[in-house]
């Protein structure tokens, strides 16, 4: 693995997330699979099942960002729509292909289930994409150039990311620690966290205030203070000092 | 309310969620808040605590979406930067301001805690916006144009958006029913829903396959069919069709 930030992006595609109904878990789930890879995510986009919306992000994603994930879209129904919206977001043709069509003939024949045109559109794969394996319930997801199509099910997209994980080439691996301090508000050690920052510059630091019910109602409260860095002699230093620091003032 | 449809965007600022450590909560918790307005969301992103990032994704959202709601990054330590940036994205000064600071100092003083200066960081308010309160925490968010600047913590968010629902203009309110479905799968149903959203123009038909461990660790699984729309009759009539022709064909 190299020394290069790695860095990549997920476009979540579908109405279902956005209208509250369903909580996302995929952001959550491919971020830490690619962490110990050496991948950190840089960005995370929700759109509609809209052609145009989904043309436009994907563009605007893979152009900036090492990577891309796309989660959802890539079923039988009428509103999947993701697989035709790739293809013309990389100006490619896209049809049922005889290897995704074999695949789907082989998944059904053994489950004993009829591939109906609906499910062979699951077979639509644009031109020059390499299949991803689906474990789960057979239809492939696809690459093309650095964009990652994934099913929205997070069963089959954690699946698919099995089969792809040999295919992208990781950065120098983040470690990362948290101090959790309770009984203390952001506002009380602002300026430590301020100072510490500043004195190690290649962590990363963020504060983050938490507040937890107790069982008898009663309401706690306190900071999560999370270190990130590549470089972990600068990560346990930062730790110390931080922990002295702390521990001095309270 | 009127009949346009309204639709909003959501704007989460900060690596926590990014980097897989914290499942995200306030684009479902938003989502929710805003349905019964007639308001939808029509896109979310998530960014780092990158300035430009944030002003980029920002401006791209307040030109398209009727409103945008931000959250995180407006605490007190030296990671919180959304009110600086928002307010280079707006092109307007910032400072501390006295209506805030005036707010912090009550707050702080009924609970005997000292304003320091990383609290009072919290103070910073774009010219022309106008504060948004938080009946948690005490230090408030901001309105500025269509932008509602609201807190990370979704106990502050929730807090938060009970200040602003009547600053909110919202649509037609839409109607949601979901059928939910046990051992099928998308594809047997996918030209019976195809056939219901050509004969439903106005009626938004979703399907979502989910898949359920049984006790035993037998495996189930099936499909949530959502129908909606803000035409009542419409919806009900689309709802009688569709369990009809998926009876005719169980």
Redesign the interface.
């Given at each position: 693995m190299g020394e290069r930030p790695v860095k990549a992006a997920i476009l979540v595609i579908?109405?279902?997330?956005?209208?509250?109904?369903?909580?996302?878990?995929n952001?959550?789930?491919?971020?830490?699979f690619l962490?110990p890879l050496g991948i950190?995510?840089?960005?995370?986009?929700?759109?509609?099942?809209v052609h145009d919306?989904i043309v436009a992000a994907l563009n605007a994603l893979r152009a900036r960002w090492d990577y891309v994930f796309t989660t959802g879209g890539i079923?039988?129904?009428?509103?999947d729509i993701t697989a035709d919206a790739v293809a013309a977001a990389f100006g490619r043709a896209i049809d049922v292909r005889a290897d995704a069509r074999e695949i789907l003939e082989r998944w059904y024949e053994n489950s004993g289930?009829e591939l109906?045109?609906?499910?062979l559109?699951?077979a639509r794969i644009p031109d020059g994409a390499q299949l991803i394996d689906n474990p789960v319930t057979g239809a492939p997801g696809f690459q093309i150039g650095n964009v990652f199509v994934l099913a929205?099910?997070p069963?089959i997209a954690r699946g698919m990311l099995e089969d792809i994980a040999h295919r992208l080439e990781g950065g120098a691996v983040t470690q990362?620690l948290?101090i959790r301090l309770e009984g203390v508000?952001?506002?009380?050690?602002?300026?430590i966290?301020?100072q510490a920052?500043a004195d190690f510059p290649s962590v990363?630091?963020?504060?983050?205030?938490?507040?937890q019910e107790r069982a008898g109602g009663e309401l706690s409260r306190g900071v999560a203070v999370?270190l990130?860095s590549a470089d972990g002699e600068a990560l346990a230093s930062a730790e110390q000092t931080l922990k002295a620091a702390l521990a001095a003032q309270s």
């Open positions: 579908g109405d279902e997330i956005l209208s509250g109904r369903t909580q996302d878990v952001i959550g789930q491919i971020a830490q962490s950190t995510l840089g960005e995370a986009r929700l759109v509609s099942d919306d079923g039988p129904t009428h509103d289930t109906t045109p609906a499910r559109r699951m929205g099910v069963k990362s948290s508000r952001e506002g009380d050690i602002a300026e966290l301020g920052a990363s630091i963020g504060s983050y205030p938490w507040f999370v990130r």
